[in-house]
């Protein structure tokens, strides 16, 4: 496990999610879980059961996680937007693994529309209120130099990190 106990958790289907999760994880120094589902998501029919499953808030079966949440100050935990909606697969493991959360905080890329409904949704699920969420657009991230990215997500790993050293300020008075 990394020093600084950052977990990134994040599920992607074309990579945008992944992208932005690797960039998270590099400017934290985190450790990174990444999502599997058992359903086969790619083509038209897969979209067509993305859409299906947010519809009706329907967890998806999901691969076991290598690594424990519980383990970690702040898990930072990604997700496509689908329909409005989190993800399945991060539905899934938001529910599973709500009792393990010390801290957490949110990301999602999207097309333009649905993140603030996700959140909601996250929170819910994750029976916890974010330190920090970050929502943004695919299309700042694709094609995009790692540099920008960078730039881009400044702000909202500028908020986690402070939330960290609050925690570690914390342990050190105890
Ligand atoms: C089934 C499905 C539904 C989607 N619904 C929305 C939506 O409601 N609002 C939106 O802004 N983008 C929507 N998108 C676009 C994705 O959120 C966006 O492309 C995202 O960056 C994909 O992430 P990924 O590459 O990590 O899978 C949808 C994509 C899919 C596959």
Redesign the pocket.
């Known amino acids: 496990m990394s020093e600084s106990r950052v977990l990134i958790v994040f599920f992607?289907?074309?990579?945008?999610?992944?992208m932005l999760a690797s960039t998270l994880a590099s400017m934290l120094s985190a450790d990174v879980e990444e999502i599997c589902d058992y359903t086969e998501r790619r083509g038209a029919s897969g979209?067509l059961r993305?859409?299906m499953d947010?519809w009706r808030k329907r967890p998806a079966e999901i691969v076991p996680a290598g690594l424990d949440p519980s383990q970690y100050d702040l898990v930072v935990v990604g997700t496509?937007?689908?329909?409005?909606a989190v993800s399945s697969p991060v539905r899934a493991y938001l529910l599973q693994n709500r009792t393990k959360f010390r801290h957490i905080g949110f990301f999602c890329?999207?097309?333009?529309?649905?993140a603030e409904a996700a959140f909601d949704e996250m929170r819910a699920l994750a029976g916890k209120a974010p330190v920090a969420q970050c929502k943004v657009r695919?299309a700042q991230v694709q094609g995009v130099a790692a540099a920008s990215l960078e730039r881009l997500l400044e702000p909202f790993v500028g908020e986690l990190k402070r939330h960290l050293a609050h925690y570690q300020t914390l342990e050190w008075s105890c």
């Open positions: 992607s289907r074309t990579g945008t999610t992944h979209y993305c859409v947010s496509p937007i689908w329909a409005g890329s999207l097309g333009g529309l649905g695919a």
